[in-house]
Structure formats: structure tokens, C-alpha cells
């Protein structure tokens, strides 16, 4: 960290560790208000599926790589703004088609590859334009591409609402699947903030994240696991010790991508991606530990083939 700070003063740059200490942290009231509002909100798409998810999903790719542009426009990047939206949405597109998602990825791919870097040619300056290009490539990746895996894990059978005798919900197995990774990530993160608040001593990442620590994220492993066992084991018929390596996978997921973004903001000198939630920062810093995990649990429902 005594590194990190002194490299950045060398650089002029601002001392990202300063700017969070200097900034009030956000009350535990506020950040329980805000999930209490969005929580819900997020669950009705889930349950609805289909093009209402889509545009959802849509909505959330748009905000985030809005957020992810702003920040890395402040650290001096340039990226196809246009290109990484058209490869973004074009993931998103090719999950609500699965019968033709392969030739949809093949020629996205295929067309962002001949047409992203021939577009740098005309700049006048060429400081930067593999970084520029890779970026342009990679944001969607990062995030489009890992959204998209939400529309796929839901899949387009409906939710049944019986309404002969007590009304009551059928939820498909995507639905499930869903439930799942959303419960585990979130009991994983709020789990592991308590737990490191109150019993954190050894610290996770202090060159990158410093107020991630072993004991929060042995905290949040015990929440997640318990989120597999409701959610998949039951419902799903997953073998109790699958379900357990589902939660401890879905609790790793969820450091790496907590992680991954802290990495992001500590390159641009951003304590958060944006003020879009109050208590939560920016869109992305409430989704970033949802991009791996969603990955994992489609991979595993994938390999278990329930």
C-alpha cells in the first residue's frame, strides 16, 4: 500500500486510499433502504422472464457501461463507445434466440473483429489505440457478456400464478437457478460485510480492495452455502455436497468480481462507479460480484445437467 500511495504521488495522480477515507462512508440504514427497494424490483423481472427481462438486463448493460466509459475516459481511455454497445447488445440478443445463438456470436464476433481496428486508422493520434482497442473489445465482455448468462440461466418458460383455492406461485427452473445465484451473492456480500466489520483483522487484498477481509469472506462462504442448500438442493433436487460446492463456488465468484472491479476503480481513481443507488455507489459496484457468480452457476447447471 506505501507503494501504491507513492506511485501515485509521483504521478500526480490522486491516492485512491486517500479518497476513501476522506469520503463519508454511507450509513448501514441507507444501503438496507436502497436494497429493500431494489430487491424486490429485481425478483418481479426474474419471475416474468422473457423480452420484460431483456429489457431489464438492457437497461443495466446501458447504465454500467455508461459508468465503466466515464471512468475510464477520466484515466485518459478512448474505446469505441458505439462498437462496444452493438457487441454488448448483441450478446444480450443472441441469448433470447438459443437455437441461433452460435451463428449470432460467430458473425458479432466475427464483424466487431474487421471493423473495430480498422476504425482507429483515421485518428490523428496513435498514443494508446491498442490499449483503446482492446477496451473496446473487453467491456462488453465484461459486462454484456456476463449479463447475458441471466437470460439464459431464466430461460422462457412462465411463472403460473393459481389463483383456484390459496394463490400461490409456480416458478419454473430458471427462476430457481436465478434465485440461487441472486441470494448467494447477495447473503455472500452482506454476510461478509458484517463479519469484516466486526470480526475482520487479516486483510484479503489490501493492495486493492484494503477493507476486504478472511473473515468476511468466511462469513459470507457459511450464507452462500446455506442459499445453495435452500435454493438448489430442494427445489432443484442438486445432491446436498453439490450444493455445497455451489455455494462455496457462487462465494468465490463473488470476491473475484467484487475484486476485479475494485482493480478497475483503483486504475481510474474512482471510489465508485457512479451515485446511481444511494449507499451503493454506482450501478456496477452493486453488480460486480453478480458478473462472475452468474457465470459459475450457469456453468455448473450446465455440467450437472439438472
Known sequence: MQGASEQNKDSGLPDATSRETDKKQPSVGQRWLTALIAIPIVLIFAGIGGWAAFIAVGFVVTMTMLELLRMLSHAGYRPLVWMSFALGFLFLVAAMFPQQRLIILEVGWSCA????????????????????WALTLTIPLYLAWSMSFFLLLRGYEPTVIHFSGPVWLTLPRGCWWLLVTFLGVWGFDSAAFFTGRYLGRHK???????????????????????????????PLGVP??????????IGIAAVFGDLAESLIK???????????MPGHGG????????LFAVVVVYLFALFIGI
Open 113 to 132: 473483429l474487421l471493423i473495430s481496428l480498422p476504425s482507429f486508422f483515421m485518428r490523428k493520434n496513435l498514443d494508446g489505440v491498442v490499449a483503446d
Open 240 to 249: 446436498w455436497y453439490l450444493a455445497v460446492v455451489l455455494g462455496v463456488l
Open 283 to 290: 450501478l456496477l459496484d452493486r453488480i460486480d460480484s453478480l
Open 204 to 234: 484479503l487484498a489490501p493492495h486493492i480492495s484494503p477493507g476486504k477481509t478472511w473473515e468476511g469472506v468466511a462469513g459470507g462462504l457459511i450464507v452462500s452455502i446455506l442459499a445453495a442448500l435452500l435454493f438448489a438442493a430442494i
Open 266 to 276: 483503483r486504475q481510474t481513481h474512482f471510489k465508485d462507479s457512479g451515485q446511481f
